[in-house]
């Protein structure tokens, strides 16, 4: 089942629930109820973000072979939708367990009578049969990646490079873990469907007590729920306000260790010292990275050429999948021009250097000495 499918259902079924139990929740003046029916709102926008997503982005969402439109205004197309929406998601669950939670502590102050606990009762245990159903319809047994891409795979493949050259790097040692990475949408969804789950629970254990017990104490039962049901949704909402958020900054992946990836790269012949590396998420799978590597004077095109296929490998042993690298010309402290930009000892290309490159390639593929 495609996963638009998957989440058209869920969305079809919850946007018919709400409206079910915010009408019950305030006729009964059930605030678990209608804390409950807010969640449930929650996973209607949801699964309407992730909807959305999935046409924007397919590449991202169905591992298909298409890609994502670009345009000179979306140069990265729209591979961060899902991010966009999993993270404003999360912050509107903060913001209403936080308002859930006020209110349940003003019930224990003045509390309120629930009238027709078995209509609550109902409206729970229907609700409870319905949030399994959906999450049984958008469990999503393959929208996870294992490790590196195939176009990664495929860098190795055709460029073989001698063993002894990494055999001393951290990623032969000590390869990074590669643990799955699921769709933030299906992921987000399938949170609000567990979670509402155990708040049909906490409803249902509520009117049950309303109903069965005769004590004038019964009634703090509904704003005990709320509580409970606020906690849960604070429980599900801070993890993937983090998650996303840490993403969309731009922060190095947590299973990557830089130092580690500056030290193999490093240790590459031909290479002096490296600076400026960045390496970041661009979606949940797919990683991009940027650097400058400082190289000895008088290194050949073709050096390079081998150079910054070593250093590509190392990447692709790490899962970076797109990696722009710049190279930079070493100078000693002595013989640098006052003129000549410098970072770090090593001077940047100039023009002339790029044309000199570019008329030695033009030689070697004509034949020219």
Sequence with gaps: MKNTTRIGIVLGISVLFFAAEIAVGFRTKSLALIADACNCFCRCISAGKSSTCMFDSPMTLFHSEKTPAQTHKFTYAFHRAELVGAFFNGVFLLALALSIFLQSVERFVHVEKITSPKLVLVIGCVGLGLNILSAIVVHDHHGHSHGHTSEAIELIEENPLPDHIHATHNHTIDPPGSAPQHNLGLVGVLVHLIGDAVNNIGVIIASLILWKLDSPNRFYADPAASIAISLIIFGSAIPMTLKSGRILLEAAPLHLDLAKVKEDLIAIPGVLSVHDIHVWHLSQSVILASLHVCVPVGTSLE???????????????????????????????????????????????????????????????????
């Design 303 to 369: 050096q390079w050429e081998k150079t910054e296929q070593i250093l590509q490998h190392c990447f692709a042993e790490y899962g970076i999948r797109h990696v722009t690298i710049s190279p930079e010309i070493h100078r000693d402290a002595l013989s640098i021009h006052p003129s000549e930009e410098t970072i770090g000892g090593c001077r940047l290309p100039s023009h002339d250097d790029f044309g000199c490159a570019v008329s030695d390639l033009k030689k070697r593929k004509t034949g020219v000495a």
